[in-house]
């Protein structure tokens, strides 16, 4: 049948309505025209179609957006999850201060302040994306197209902090040798007269390291946004397995995640990769973690007598 | 009192109303008689917003059972299609008009 992979796609990235409305009538009239056209002509036929369907997906994503955003999705999904969010960031803060050599601390808040504001929408849009996939029914592709909009967004907000960020973190940098240096932990570095601690430590680092560190920027702002829709798509898993309680289950995945995670690192396992692979040791663990929660359907309640 | 809110209409959706005026239409048939305005790839997103805003409405064709493929969709204008496409039409005179009636 001619158009069938179009037919395929479209079921799957399209709402009903709008496949419906939009490429059933498409397809339609491409198989009508393919029984007398042939050559140059099908082939604009079917770039017509794969047109539409780029047109239609455009208007699903627009009104997916308007639905996410409206103002029944901000009383009921975005207030209570920047409130999520925002708490977990102070738990974040106030754990980071308690430990920091005190010293350093200011420096240290800054940076954790930038990273906590790269990081706040999409930690934000996560338990948003799983609240929202309860929302009606055959929300799946909508959903998807919601995330993948949302990461696009915390990507560009992770770059466009990173400026900030990579200041903070050098002269974060420079404190800690400021510290060390008092110490005596065997550094021969000093302060330079003249020059601010930043520039001390960009100088001692060396341009090769300094490209390291930019790349580790970078590479972790991508993953940043990585996380965004693997958190979503486990969420979004997690709610139409295990009902409506959702943020209270992700924050016991992330909690298992955190212990988990800092289990091992007091143990020494993992804790001597390199840090470009650290990155995706975190992944895995949030992999593990959520599956885990996905087949043990006693960790966290489960509501399905309340969908019966 | 609400006042509710215009509707509004494109070009492109006006000449399609005025295609449709002189007979139901297929949307392949709509893009030949319109001589090149009208596009493979946005005639659909356009029909399903018009139908969407009510001005036009659809049906499937009827066809055999033992038929291969989906059935087409035949459209024809409403009468509030045609309401809203006659009233747009009687601005857009009113307002060509009035730089001349200004000299």
């Known amino acids: 049948m001619t158009g069938r992979l179009v037919v395929a796609i479209a079921r799957r990235l399209l709402r009903e309505e709008t496949y419906r409305l939009t490429m059933e009538p498409a397809i339609a009239d491409l198989q009508h025209e393919a029984h007398t056209a042939s050559g140059v002509r099908l082939v604009r036929s079917y770039a017509g179609v794969v047109r539409a369907l780029i047109l239609a997906s455009g208007r699903d994503i627009g009104s997916d957006l308007r639905e996410a955003l409206d103002l029944e999705s901000a009383r009921g999904v975005w207030a209570p999850a920047a409130a999520w969010a925002a708490g977990l960031s102070l738990i974040v803060l106030i754990g980071a201060s308690i430990d920091a050599d005190a010293r350093y601390r200011q420096e240290l808040l800054a940076t954790l302040l930038a990273s906590v504001a790269v990081s706040f929408a999409p930690f934000l849009m996560a338990p948003a994306a799983f609240a929202l996939s309860r929302r009606g029914t055959g929300r799946r592709r909508s959903l998807a197209a919601v995330v993948l909009v949302m990461t696009a967004v915390s990507w560009t907000a992770a770059f466009g902090m990173r400026p900030t960020r990579e200041r903070l973190e050098l002269t974060l940098e420079a404190a800690r040798w400021h510290v060390a240096a008092e110490d005596g932990a065997g550094m021969a570095q000093r302060l330079i007269a003249g020059q601010s601690p930043a520039e001390t430590a960009r100088m001692l680092d060396g341009p090769v390291r300094a490209r390291e560190r930019a790349a580790r920027g970078f590479w972790n702002d991508f993953r940043l946004g990585l996380d965004v829709p693997l958190m979503a798509l486990i969420g979004v898993a997690l709610a139409r397995s295990r009902g409506w309680m959702v943020p209270v289950r992700f924050a016991l995945m992330a909690g298992a995640w955190m212990l988990l995670t800092m289990t091992m690192l007091s143990l020494g396992i993992g804790r001597n990769l390199p840090p470009a692979h650290q990155g995706w040791r975190d992944l895995a663990l949030v992999v593990i973690v959520a599956a885990v929660f996905l087949v043990r359907p006693s960790l966290g309640a489960s509501n399905r007598r309340r969908h019966a | ?103």
């Not at chain 2, 009192?1 to 005025?18: G, Q």
């Not at chain 2, 319109?34 to 659809?58: D, N, P, Q, W």
């Not at chain 2, 291969?68 to 060509?96: F, H, M, N, Q, W």
Request: glycine share 6%.
């Open chain 2, 1 to 103: 009192m609400s006042v509710d809110r215009l509707p509004s209409i494109s070009a492109t959706e006006s000449l399609i109303l005025d295609l449709l005026d002189a007979g139901a239409k297929f949307g392949l048939e709509l893009i030949e008689a319109s001589s090149g305005h009208l596009k493979r790839g946005t005639i659909y997103v356009t029909l399903a917003r018009m139908e969407t805003k009510g001005f036009v409405e659809s049906r499937q064709e009827e066809r055999a059972p033992a038929a291969i493929g989906l059935p087409r969709r035949l459209y024809k204008p409403t009468s509030y299609g045609l309401k809203v496409r006659d009233a747009y039409r009687l601005l857009r005179e009113a307002l060509a008009l009035r730089p001349a009636e200004a000299q």
